[in-house]
Structure formats: structure tokens, C-alpha cells
């Protein structure tokens, strides 16, 4: 398993540098640059900042110049906020955003999981018909919909939270579930139909036979096994829940590293795009790996065919 797990992070390698040269090279064939702004700078200091950030060189020199940087894990200084790097902007802000996935994730897991289980525990029922209803409705509703609808009715009819802010602990609700009930759809999905694939294999009715209780062989023993699939769909799910958050970061007035990226591309500031386009790509990549892993102590094929 540990030669499995250096294997892959030598992967990540050539990965990672053809997502750092074509996001290098795309930033720059955009037209304008990060120091065009509604009021016009004077030639002169415009040719200063161009000369102080290096963007005066041939393209090649300043990409090479990059690749050293990056090498020894400096991502650039931040054109929009002077005296700070792109390494301690993102450090700053994906603390927020890390936390807003996370929370977004247990809410996907704790409503997904559990409703198909139930879902499948009761098939072609009124509960399967009610549960599968809603997970389907929940696909088709995105996040940029279900965001003010949460809004509107839990903060401005009722008043339990804030429209907006990032202060207390109240206020990681509703952005949370604007997150997370998305991702819970397919996850309700996914859980019912493995669930209902698995509750009759052999396994299962060895388990009954043994005097097993019912719950424990549903529960345990096939919601084990169910859980297969559910956890590699999860890989990219917790991606798309820590990069897909720029929509709710901005809705909510989160300020977290979506809303710093969605403000960078804006602003064309090469070396933010660039940094954080580079760290989801490593969370997507460390994500994979801990499915990966995860898969493996949860079914020992995959533990033999690591090996």
C-alpha cells in the first residue's frame, strides 16, 4: 500500500505541470492585463509596475522564472494586495472555503446515505417514491436557485439566520445546505440502487442464517458493501464541494478562496488565477488518493490488486 500511495504521488508530478503551463499560458493570451482599470494608469507607471512584477520580459523568460518559483513552493507576490503573497492570500482564505466544503459534505453524507438506505430498505413504497422524488428534484435545482430560496424563507419570512456573513456558527448553516443538499441528491440515488443490488446476494443470506439480526445484516454488512461505489463517486464530489463553492462564497458573503478566485479573474491577476487554480488541482489530486485508500480498507480486492 505504501508503494501504492508513492506511485501515485509521483503521478501528481507531470499532472500538476501541465495544469501550471496551460494556466500560465491562458491568463496571458487574454486580452488586458492586471493593471488595466476603468481610469487609465500613466504610461510611466505602468511601465514601473510592468518592470517591479517582471511582466516586462519575453514571455519564456517570465515562464521559466515561474517554474522556479514554483519549484520551491512560492506561487508570486498578489498584484491587487500589495505586501502580500499568493501563498498567504490562499492560505488565508482556503480555511474558509475548506470549512464551508466540509460542512457541506456532512450534510450531503448524513441526508444521502441514510435516505437510501431507507429508500432501498422499503422498495416501491410510498417512503422509496417520497425519498427518490425528492433526491430527483434535488438534482435538477442547482446551488445558485437553492441558495436565495434559503434565503427567502429561513432568513427574511423567519428570521432564524443571516442573509449573509461568515460570523457565528448560525451562519454555516444555510450555506451549508445550499451546498450540500445538491450533492445529497445523487448520493440518495447511488445508495438506494447499490443497496438494493446487494440485499440479495449470498453473502447477505448467509448473514440471516447465521441468526443474524436483520438490521445488523442491512446495516452493516450490506450498507458496507453498498458503500463501495458511494465512496468513489465521493472523490470528486468533495472536489466539487470545496471548488464548486464560488457561487455560494459570493451569494452568502463568504470570504473564502472562491470568492478571492471568481475577483482575480476579474481583475486578471495572473498570479492569483494561477496559484489558486493549482491548489484545487492538488486538493482534487489528495482527494482521489484518499478515496483510493479509503476503497481499499473497505474492500480487501482492492488491498490485493494494490498489491
Known sequence: MARYILKRFAGMVPVLLVIATVTFFLVRFVPGGPFD????LPAPVKAQLYAHYGLDKPLYAQYGR?????LQGDLGPSYKYPGWSVNELIVERAKVS???????LLVAVALG???GAIAAARPNTWLDHTLTGLSTLGICVPSFVLGPLLILFFALKLGWFHALGW???GDRILPALALGLVFAAPITRLTRANM???RNQDYMRTARAKGLSGARVYFVHGLRNALVPVMTYLGPTTAGLISGSFVIESMFNIPGLGKLFVSSAFNREYTMICGTVLFYAVALLMLNLAVDVALALLNPRVRLEAK
Do not use: F, I, M
Not at 37 to 40: A, K, L, N, P
Open 66 to 70: 515561474y517554474l522556479l518559483n514554483l
Open 167 to 169: 460570523e457565528s456558527a
Open 98 to 104: 475548506l470549512e464551508l466544503g466540509l460542512w457541506g
Open 113 to 115: 446515505v441514510p435516505a
Open 196 to 198: 438494493l443490488e446487494v
Open 37 to 40: 482599470q476603468e481610469r487609465t
